[in-house]
């Protein structure tokens, strides 16, 4: 069974950063397709950032030069790195895998973040 545990959320104000890390354990991590999703109050959960088994990366166009998405296969780690934070980017954010070769889906228990204006 894969299991995510994300790490690095917390309070920013205006126009700061946060990195965000998600480490994997217990499946075959550098196949996977690895996403970051977020959930606002109020809203339904959305696709931020994805990297690929390959390395490259996509971006919602609400992030789209604020916001880095990369992966190291030798920690079975992808991390998020945040900038120019807005209040609008306040979420539960959250790892996800997916293992395209079953295409089993994994997630992790989210990480708050809270940017203050």
């Known amino acids: 069974q894969v299991r995510l545990v994300e790490s690095g959320g917390g309070l920013a104000h205006l126009g700061g950063s946060l990195r965000l890390s998600c480490e994997a354990s217990g499946g075959r991590f550098s196949i996977y397709h690895m996403s970051w999703y977020r959930q606002g109050p109020g809203k339904e959960r959305e696709l931020v950032a994805i990297i690929v088994r390959g390395g490259q990366t996509n971006y919602a166009d609400s992030v789209w030069g604020r916001f880095t998405m990369s992966r190291d296969n030798t920690k079975n780690t992808v991390s998020l790195q945040m900038n120019n934070l807005k209040p609008e980017d306040t979420a539960v954010y959250y790892c996800?895998?997916?293992?395209?070769?079953?295409?089993?889906?994994?997630w992790g228990q989210g990480t708050q973040v809270t940017v203050s204006s």
């Open positions: 996800n895998a997916r293992d395209l070769t079953n295409e089993a889906e994994y």
